[in-house]
């Protein structure tokens, strides 16, 4: 596999970035009636990322398998947009090319995290059942953009520090949790040690360093406490 970072003027991209707008329409272009201005809509944004994003290109055999474009701020990235050659790759190695690219911008650019928001228009419940089947690494949070936050390596692996309490909480102040189990909508179940709790998200915050998560979290005796929880993606260490 091949990672390649593209400079703004290297459109090599255009062409599968064109296919696949048509095909699967991530955003709503219906109000673009003559198939001329539709595309060059579609050229005008691709024209945008070139010139404001790190733009990666993974390749196999010559072959393009997946585009990624980064919008870049102060300690992270935000994906602002990705797409893959479904027809001549699995998904599964589409995902892996794409963590490939995430690995080698965190590392290149110096970042702590990535993060985007699912921006698309169409079929957005069948793309997140498709990041939520595939992507391993990948966390979807449920604040009203439906942000995407990456971790490290598998995401049941990842960590959430407690940063934030209060009376009911304040003994977990400062310790880990491991994300053991996500359950439909907001509830997900995390383990301090040996003792489970469930955690319901109420809001997410992404800020220069980090990412931190709000909301209540309960335990097997019925009580139930505010607590704001820092996302760690360096999940390995």
Known sequence: MKITQLKPDDHRLWPQFLEFFIKSQPYNLTNFHSPSLKRKKIEQMFKFYMETCVVYLAEEDS??????????????????????????????????????????????????????????????????????????????????????????????????????????????????ASLSKKFAGSMRELTFGEKKYFFDEKSVDFLAQCVVVNGLLSDDKENVGRVALEFIPQNEK
């Not at 300690?75 to 027809?87: A, C, E, L, P, T």
């Not at 390596?153 to 940063?163: C, E, I, L, R, W």
């Open 63 to 176: 072959k393009t398998m997946v585009g990624v474009f980064l919008g870049e701020h102060a300690s992270y990235f935000d994906v602002n947009f990705v797409f893959g050659i479904r027809k001549d790759f699995t998904s599964e190695k589409l995902i892996n090319a794409t963590h490939r690219i995430f690995d080698v911008a965190l590392d290149k650019y110096n970042k702590n995290y990535l993060k985007s928001e699912i921006r698309r228009e169409h079929k957005v419940r069948a793309y997140k059942k498709w990041i939520e089947r595939y992507d391993k690494r990948a966390i979807i949070f449920n604040d009203p953009p439906n942000t995407v936050v990456w971790c490290k390596s598998d995401n049941m692996k990842a960590q959430f520090k407690v940063v934030g309490v209060n009376l009911v909480t304040e003994h977990l102040m400062g310790q880990t």
